[in-house]
């Protein structure tokens, strides 16, 4: 997710998108520790993900 798409979202949204990028997280390195992903650099995008959505969720609280 972009960070202009981020910015164009409510407080609730952010929230939604905040715990389903968490979510997804979580099952992306529970399958990756079992066996590796095809694409790991997921993991990565994912966390990047979820630290611009609390930024954004900071910056308008």
Do not use: C, F, G
């Amino acid at each position: 997710m972009k960070k202009a798409d981020i910015k164009n979202l409510s407080v609730e949204d952010i929230k939604v998108q905040l715990d389903d990028a968490k979510a997804n997280y979580s099952k992306l390195k529970l399958a990756h520790r079992i066996s590796p992903v095809e694409n790991p650099i997921q993991i990565r995008d994912l966390r990047k993900t979820i630290a611009r959505l609390n930024t954004e969720l900071t910056n308008k609280q």
